[in-house]
């Protein structure tokens, strides 16, 4: 899954690719936020990313990725659900 930083004005719910940013693997990104990841809302109109999240660091401080979402990645949500629930 392909993941890239961007920018995100929570008023006027615009949202932007940031400047320089470069082309990530999502998962990568959970592992560097300790999966502290949350989906913000659906996106249709940034390339092929499908989806907005916020990533939270260790000092609390948010970043914002665009996400092309696939099987995969709710394969990993469904993962880490049972895994919270003490099922492997």
Do not use: P
Request: one cysteine or more.
């Amino acid at each position: 899954m392909k993941a890239i930083q961007a920018e995100y004005n929570e008023a006027s719910k615009e949202i932007t690719i940031k400047k320089d940013a470069k082309a990530e693997d999502w998962v990568s990104v959970c592992r560097r936020f300790n999966d502290d990841v949350s989906r913000i809302c659906d996106v249709t109109d940034m390339e092929e990313y499908t989806g907005l999240f916020e990533c939270f660091d260790d000092q609390n401080n948010t970043y914002y990725y665009l996400v092309k979402e696939d099987k995969a990645l709710h394969r990993m949500k469904r993962r880490h659900f049972y895994k919270n629930l003490g099922i492997d």
